[in-house]
T-cell receptor, first 115, second 113 residues
Framework: KAGVTQTPRYLIKTRGQQVTLSCSPI?????VSWYQQTPGQGLQFLFE???????NKGNFPGRFSGRQFSNSRSEMNVSTLELGDSALYLC??????????????FGPGTRLTVL | DAKTTQPTSMDCAEGRAANLPCNHS???????VYWYRQIHSQGPQYIIH???NNETNEMASLIITEDRKSSTLILPHATLRDTAVYYC??????????????FGKGTKLTVNP
């Protein structure tokens, strides 16, 4: 069974630009979560989508947004990029059942560099 | 904030067992203990999880104390490829979902030849 895939794997942008990252969950998984990882802050939760609806949100500014499509694929968007947005962006998928005990499986991440 | 406490770093000789401790003294009855590891700049890899009983899979064993306030991840025969940051995470079962994982700083395990 194919794992979680993320595209692109690497991205270089300049300040002020916007970026869209994509995540395809494991087949049959309906929940997709996004995380940001930086050396200073570690792994931090951005948001989670289930059945095309945002179900949980972390403490990030409104420049960070996401969406989920009917096939469970998800995108996250960062507008007006800042230098501090340089990070590894990870997505994880789970079956997304009624009780949140399913294991989350992570993708390889997208390395975003903002110049 | 993370509900777990782990040592910052540990060393282990190749071929020996690596025992990684985790304290989760405020764990509640419906919360699971999950372990992930992250090899440099890759996505976290799921290892194992448990609620009360000890668990074993092809990667590792998880020993949870009877009071559930601490646990130990055991890699029975560590190899150089096991060098990674290991995260212990406490995660509850919430009706309605919410898949948020709260990561602490983890333990940097270095396996030495």
């Amino acid at each position: 069974k194919a794992g979680v895939t993320q595209t692109p794997r690497y991205l270089i942008k300049t300040r002020g630009q916007q970026v869209t990252l994509s995540c395809s969950p494991i087949s049959g998984h309906r929940s997709v979560s996004w995380y940001q990882q930086t050396p200073g802050q570690g792994l931090q939760f951005l948001f989670e989508y289930f059945s095309e609806t945002q179900r949980n949100k972390g403490n990030f500014p409104g420049r960070f947004s996401g969406r989920q499509f009917s096939n469970s694929r998800s995108e996250m968007n960062v507008s007006t990029l800042e230098l501090g947005d340089s990070a590894l962006y990870l997505c994880a998928s789970t079956k997304g059942g009624k009780w949140a005990t399913d294991t989350q499986y992570f993708g390889p991440g997208t390395r975003l560099t903002v110049l | 904030d993370a509900k777990t406490t782990q040592p910052t770093s540990m060393d282990c000789a190749e071929g020996r067992a690596a025992n990684l401790p985790c304290n989760h003294s405020t764990i509640s009855g419906n919360e699971y203990v999950y372990w992930y590891r992250q090899i440099h700049s890759q996505g976290p890899q799921y290892i194992i999880h448990g609620l009360k009983n000890n668990e074993t899979n092809e990667m590792a064993s998880l020993i949870i104390t009877e009071d559930r306030k601490s646990s130990t991840l055991i890699l029975p025969h560590a190899t150089l490829r096991d060098t990674a940051v290991y995260y212990c995470i406490v995660r509850g079962a919430h009706q309605g979902g919410s898949e948020k994982l709260v990561f602490g700083k983890g333990t940097k395990l270095t396996v030495n030849p």
